[in-house]
Nanobody, 119 residues
Framework: QVQLVESGGGLVQAGGSLRLSCTAS????????VGWFRQAPGKEREFVAA????????RYADSVKGRFTISRDNAKNTVYLQMKNVKPEDTAVYYC????????????WGQGTQVTVSS
């Protein structure tokens, strides 16, 4: 069982930057695929970014490519989402998720952290 806790959310102006963190407890994070998802008010949850266990392979939603970067520090059991040049449409609750075998269907989810981008 993996417990995930997100942090780093908050209010940021459009064009600014924010870094989200996802820290795992319960067992080592190093063998897991980890992803970030988001859900805006009135919308379905959507994929943002994901990384494999080593960080050597990543994927991004088209809407965040070139602006967001996912990375991980397995020694710290933490995965990061660096957000740059944020836009009002990035406003959402951001969730961290993990899975032992795939990044297409995550078994473990955090509680989420709110990101609000003001125009």
């Amino acid at each position: 069982q993996v417990q995930l806790v997100e942090s780093g959310g908050g209010l940021v102006q459009a064009g600014g930057s924010l870094r989200l963190s996802c820290t795992a407890s319960g067992r080592t994070f190093s063998g897991y695929y980890v992803g970030w998802f988001r859900q805006a008010p009135g919308k379905e949850r959507e994929f943002v970014a994901a990384t494999n266990w080593s960080g050597g392979s990543t994927r991004y939603a088209d809407s965040v490519k070139g602006r967001f970067t996912i990375s991980r520090d397995n020694a710290k059991n933490t995965v990061y989402l660096q957000m740059k040049n944020v836009k009002p449409e990035d406003t959402a609750v951001y969730y961290c998720a993990a899975d032992r075998t795939t990044w297409y269907s995550m078994a473990y989810w955090g509680q989420g952290t709110q990101v609000t981008v003001s125009s």
